[in-house]
């Protein structure tokens, strides 16, 4: 009977160790997107100014970010034979820091009543020559970034339609990204996980000028939903659509004081965390 007694409790103290390390190991490995909320910043057209200012304040506060690259994001010459083009060396790195590099088509067509000439507006497009620039953009980025083997996508000018034809659900059946970034202003805010169109998911145009306050109020709405908010950003400290560097860092710096209730991630990141719940 003592011998009984004893057994008993050496099972009960493994399972209880057991239990116990188990639950340590959950809470050290506990997944970031279960916190209030997602906030994704993303960045459009490789901007100098992204190279030059919104990496190292990124990786100052250890955010990876995704930027949306059409072309390489710069010159594809160097002005010294055998010398690798300065972008060419910059997106490189920017990928091998963990960001993502991301697919906004090669030629960035848009509409022509947005300033865009004629032979390269997307009234003039074809599907099949919007699908051979996503498809040759892939392959430059597979050179950039070869860890990386599928894509995410953002629409030019947030324009989704070609002619009569939304176009966006045409590159997903076809292998050719697996999201998409679309367009929406301050109050798109995603909370209905369960029916987002992942490949028109909305985000915020952060315009010219914009402030502070006005980039914490939206991410303090998407805290308040518990759900997830995009950044579309352009230029910092210079360029279109610009904000000031010193406006990008303090809301940065926000983020971060506030880590436990946001998880700041990627849009590829972020998007395969909501797919999945």
């Known amino acids: 009977m003592q011998t009984s007694d004893m057994k008993r409790k050496f099972v009960l103290t493994i ?148 002619g009569s034809t939304d176009y966006s659900k045409i590159i997903k059946d076809k292998g050719l990204v697996t999201f998409g970034r679309a367009g929406g202003d301050s109050n798109s805010v995603i909370t209905d996980f369960k029916h987002v169109n992942t490949m028109q998911v909305p985000s915020w145009h952060v315009w010219t000028g914009t402030t502070l306050q006005q980039l914490i109020s939206f991410a303090e709405k998407v805290k308040k939903a518990g759900g997830m908010g995009v950044y579309q950003f352009h230029g910092v400290g210079g360029q279109i659509f610009q904000i000031s560097s010193e406006t990008h860092k303090a809301f940065l710096h926000y983020l971060k004081a506030h880590q436990d209730d946001y998880w700041v991630t990627t849009f590829s990141g972020a998007m395969e965390a909501v797919t999945k719940q």
């Open 15 to 162: 399972v209880f160790i057991a239990a116990l390390f188990l639950w340590s190991y959950a809470q050290i490995n506990k997944d970031d997107h279960s916190k209030k909320a997602i906030i994704c910043l993303t960045y459009d057209d490789g901007l100098e100014t992204q190279l030059s200012t919104v990496i190292p304040q990124l990786d100052s506060f250890g955010f990876k970010a995704t930027f949306f690259l059409n072309s390489i994001g710069g010159s594809s010459q160097s002005d010294i034979i055998g010398q690798t083009p300065e972008a060419v060396l910059g997106w490189t790195n920017v990928a091998r820091k963990g960001h993502e590099l991301a697919n906004h088509t090669l030629f960035h067509p848009c509409p022509e009543k947005l300033g865009w000439a004629k032979s390269i507006s997307i009234d003039n497009y074809t599907v099949d020559q919007i699908l051979l620039e996503i498809t040759t953009q892939n392959t430059i980025l597979s050179l950039l970034d070869p860890s990386r083997k599928m894509r995410s996508f953002a629409f030019p000018c947030n324009n989704t339609i070609i």
